[in-house]
């Protein structure tokens, strides 16, 4: 993947959806989504924003905080949903005034889908990641009423709740699950 990531001669469509299939790899083609995030080509600056998200902390926030301003709010966006679970210390100045922008438009994104279980679970994800646990679990609870199958809400919502040391809740939660 890493290989096709990096090869000019590809699509930029192949060489985006390679970058994207390595966002869970910590360590194989950094320098290349890195490097990938300063590509002419936005297709290609989505794919390095997306395949950041599995990167060490620093790589992260020297890859991702430049397309915090990219002109493609696609770029931002993602940019800024995968910096959420970056201390908000790692940012200042300008950095943190970007990334408050772009994240924003991500939220204000999802918030058009509420009717959508994805779109509650995207906006339970950033506000659990900048520490707003209350909305959280209401946005975690209104994917769950959409889709009472929504594995993944139902998880994050149980984990959420037994860090608030919330057990029974949390217990609660995966019980109705199970039904």
Do not use: C, W
């Not at 699509?11 to 890195?34: E, F, H, I, K, Y």
């Not at 940019?79 to 950095?95: F, Y």
């Amino acid at each position: 993947l890493s290989l096709v990531a990096a090869d000019p001669g590809m699509p930029a469509v192949v060489r985006a959806s390679a970058l994207a299939d390595l966002r869970q790899d910590p360590v194989t083609g950094a320098a290349t989504r890195m490097s990938a995030a300063k590509d002419n080509d936005a297709l290609i600056r989505l794919g390095a924003a997306e395949s950041a998200e599995g990167l060490p902390v620093d790589e992260r926030l020297a890859t991702l905080t430049p397309l915090l301003r990219d002109p493609r709010r696609a770029v931002r966006v993602t940019a800024a949903r995968n910096l959420s679970s970056v201390s908000a210390e790692r940012l200042s100045g300008d950095a943190k005034t970007a990334f408050d922008a772009a994240l924003a438009e991500y939220i204000a994104a999802q918030e058009t889908a509420l009717d959508m279980p994805g779109a509650q679970f995207n906006l339970g994800v950033v506000y659990e990641n900048t520490g707003k646990r209350d909305l959280a679990e209401t946005h975690y609870r209104g994917a769950l009423r959409i889709d009472p199958d929504f594995t993944a809400a139902r998880a994050n919502l149980a984990v959420l709740l037994s860090g608030l040391t919330r057990n029974a809740d949390a217990e609660q939660v995966l019980v109705e699950g199970l039904k």
